[in-house]
């Protein structure tokens, strides 16, 4: 007998993973999907999780819808910017969509009842099914005795009496659940979405109320280095080490500005993105002199040019007082 295929939507959390390989174990057919937004990237995990459990992996890029989304979120924000009931109705829309291109019969989740404030408690649940167009195939099995049969337990694909009856904030029947299953490498209990840190979420708050448009490039800018708002209408993100001071170089875009030491002076490079005057260059300038490695000396001399040019200017700028630099932090 042909065994019956699902798909199993992972973040790289435990409580997904152990949806997935639990219904691995009860013969499903299980093709692990993850879907990879702006603010959160579990897809080496995932991938890890498909190959402890011996299930195909697809990972899916999920970038212009989502940022549309979280322009205006139907069910709003939760304690920061993170659209959670939205989220998952995009997402399992679009699983949807796979499910009827692979051939599979269903969609399986790690969602427990009353686990998460805002996406996990009945009536969320109830509007996530109902709007994503997925109603009554979505298999909760970490919870599905507290929840209504679903399309899979009615037509005899999963004994109800396999499925769990997990619910509330308690991570003691996960961990139990994890460890019958041989799980020993546990994921961060938390989901990874930079949408639910404070310190991102008051970045793209800042952002957003000066940009005119938001794009995958400046999510990955605001989660990179140090923030700070020179004024209404420019930004410096400053790097913290040399991974960080790459990636600026990478997410610079025609127009941003760009600077960092000569090569005699270690420090970091700096991307400047918006309006910048003489006075405020200058300013950036005295920002990166501030986080350079001085030895001593009471200034340095910084390079800056405009991308894409290749010219560059130099300025000799001696560190910013930190009590003054306090004023851009955000």
């Not at 679009?94 to 989740?109: C, N, P, S, V, Y």
Request: proline share 5%.
């Amino acid at each position: 007998m042909e065994k019956i295929k699902a798909i199993a939507l992972v973040s790289g959390g435990l409580d997904s993973w152990l949806a997935a390989k639990y219904m691995k174990e009860l013969g499903v057919d299980v093709v692990v999907v993850n879907y990879v937004i702006p603010f959160s990237d579990c897809s080496e995990r995932s991938r890890r999780i498909a190959a402890g459990i011996g299930a195909e992996c697809r990972i899916i890029l999920l970038t212009d819808d989502y940022l549309e989304m979280l322009k205006s979120p139907r069910h709003g924000y939760g304690s920061h910017i993170n659209p959670c009931i939205d989220c998952k109705i995009l997402m399992l829309r679009k699983a949807g969509e796979l499910m009827k291109e692979i051939g599979a019969k269903f969609l399986i989740t790690g969602e427990v009842l009353g686990q998460r404030p805002m996406s996990q408690h009945r009536q969320a649940l109830s509007i996530i099914e109902k709007e994503s167009g997925m109603k009554g195939y979505i298999l909760r099995p970490l919870c599905a005795q507290h929840l209504e049969p679903t399309v899979p337990e009615q037509e005899g694909w999963i004994p109800r009496g396999k499925l769990l009856d997990f619910s509330g904030r308690t991570r003691k029947p996960q961990m139990e659940l994890a460890a019958k299953l041989g799980i020993t490498d546990i994921p961060c209990v938390a989901g990874g979405c930079l949408l639910t840190d404070p310190n991102y979420a008051k970045r793209l708050d800042d952002y957003w109320k000066h940009a005119k448009d938001f794009t995958v490039n400046d999510a990955g800018l605001l989660k990179t280095g140090r923030y700070l708002r020179l004024s209404e209408n420019a930004v410096l993100v400053v790097g913290r080490d040399e991974k960080e001071n790459g990636a600026i170089e990478r997410l610079a875009k025609s127009g941003d500005l760009l600077l960092m030491p000569t090569e005699e002076m270690a420090g970091p490079t700096a991307l400047g993105r918006g309006q910048f005057d003489d006075a405020l260059i200058e300013l950036s300038a005295r920002i990166v002199c501030r986080y350079c490695d001085l030895n001593g000396k009471p200034s340095a001399d910084i390079l800056c040019w405009t991308v894409p040019s290749i010219e560059k200017r130099l300025i000799h700028a001696g560190p910013i007082p930190e009590t003054e630099l306090a004023r851009f932090r955000m």
